[in-house]
């Protein structure tokens, strides 16, 4: 079995979603970037502060700012029986670190979602600011109105996914973040799997590559 996994993929592509229903079946840890960023953003810390800006205008937190946070993460002793990172790495140097801090993968996965679908995806998203759970507006509704299904915080729209900043996001991600798949291919790690179609549809053909290691 894999378990040292990454989620590759542009904003909208369900990376998270996915990341968490796997980390619940396989009871590993889902290491979000985003979420650890917005949870610092929101208690006011040295590190939130500084992400502040990058993130309100959707553009990428300053690499040494995000290796940081995600070695200490890793030092922790619940991802001895693997990890779902998320969201990281989004840039070649974070994985070159990443490789250089002696961190292995087994799989990284690389969701993809048309462009189009993307956008309203992303502009109907409900995310739960305590649990990080995302829900849809029209196609993926909460049981209760505004009410995570999750936790039963109440859901936010996220300051990014206005469809401005999610532009922003998109063209950081194709200039940044798509190299990865190159990256990660050259070192037979790559797995693609299509975003599209119903979520337990999309987790099962995670599973296949997950279980076939
Ligand atoms: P996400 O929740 O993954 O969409 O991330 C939200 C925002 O947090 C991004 O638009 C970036 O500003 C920042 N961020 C999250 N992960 C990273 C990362 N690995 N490198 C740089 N910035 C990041």
Same mark, same amino acid.
């Given at each position: 079995?894999? &378990?040292?996994?990454?989620?590759?993929?542009?904003?909208?592509?369900?990376?998270? &979603?996915?990341?968490?229903?796997?980390?619940?079946?396989?009871?590993?840890?889902?290491?979000?970037?985003?979420?650890?960023?917005?949870?610092?953003?929101?208690?006011?810390?040295?590190?939130?502060?500084?992400?502040?800006?990058?993130?309100?205008?959707?553009?990428?937190?300053?690499?040494?700012?995000?290796?940081?946070?995600?070695?200490?993460?890793?030092?922790?002793?619940?991802?001895?029986?693997?990890?779902?990172?998320?969201?990281?790495?989004? &840039?070649?140097?974070?994985?070159?670190?990443?490789?250089?801090?002696?961190?292995?993968?087994?799989?990284?996965?690389?969701?993809?979602?048309?462009?189009?679908?993307?956008?309203?995806?992303? &502009?109907?998203?409900?995310?739960?600011?305590?649990?990080?759970?995302?829900?849809?507006?029209?196609?993926?509704?909460?049981?209760?109105?505004?009410?995570?299904?999750?936790?039963?915080?109440?859901?936010?729209?996220?300051?990014?996914?206005?469809?401005?900043?999610?532009?922003?996001?998109?063209?950081?991600?194709?200039?940044?973040?798509?190299?990865?798949?190159?990256?990660?291919?050259?070192?037979?790690?790559?797995?693609?799997?299509?975003?599209?179609?119903?979520?337990?549809?999309?987790?099962?053909?995670?599973?296949?590559?997950?279980?076939?290691?």
């Amino acid at each position: 079995m894999r &378990t040292r996994l990454m989620m590759l993929g542009p904003p909208g592509a369900g990376k998270g &979603t996915q990341a968490q229903r796997l980390a619940e079946a396989l009871r590993i840890p889902q290491i979000s970037t985003g979420d650890m960023l917005r949870a610092a953003k929101a208690q006011g810390t040295p590190l939130g502060l500084e992400a502040a800006g990058y993130m309100d205008r959707g553009e990428l937190v300053p690499d040494e700012v995000v290796v940081g946070i995600v070695k200490e993460r890793l030092a922790g002793a619940d991802v001895a029986q693997g990890f779902i990172l998320d969201g990281f790495p989004r &840039t070649v140097p974070q994985a070159e670190a990443l490789a250089e801090a002696g961190v292995q993968l087994d799989a990284v996965i690389n969701v993809s979602v048309p462009e189009d679908e993307l956008m309203a995806r992303i &502009t109907g998203r409900l995310s739960c600011p305590s649990c990080g759970a995302a829900f849809h507006r029209d196609n993926h509704p909460p049981r209760q109105e505004g009410t995570c299904d999750a936790c039963g915080s109440a859901l936010i729209v996220r300051k990014d996914d206005s469809a401005e900043v999610f532009g922003q996001r998109l063209r950081s991600y194709q200039a940044k973040t798509a190299p990865l798949a190159a990256f990660y291919q050259d070192r037979g790690l790559l797995f693609e799997v299509e975003g599209t179609g119903p979520l337990d549809v999309i987790q099962a053909r995670i599973r296949d590559i997950v279980d076939a290691g």
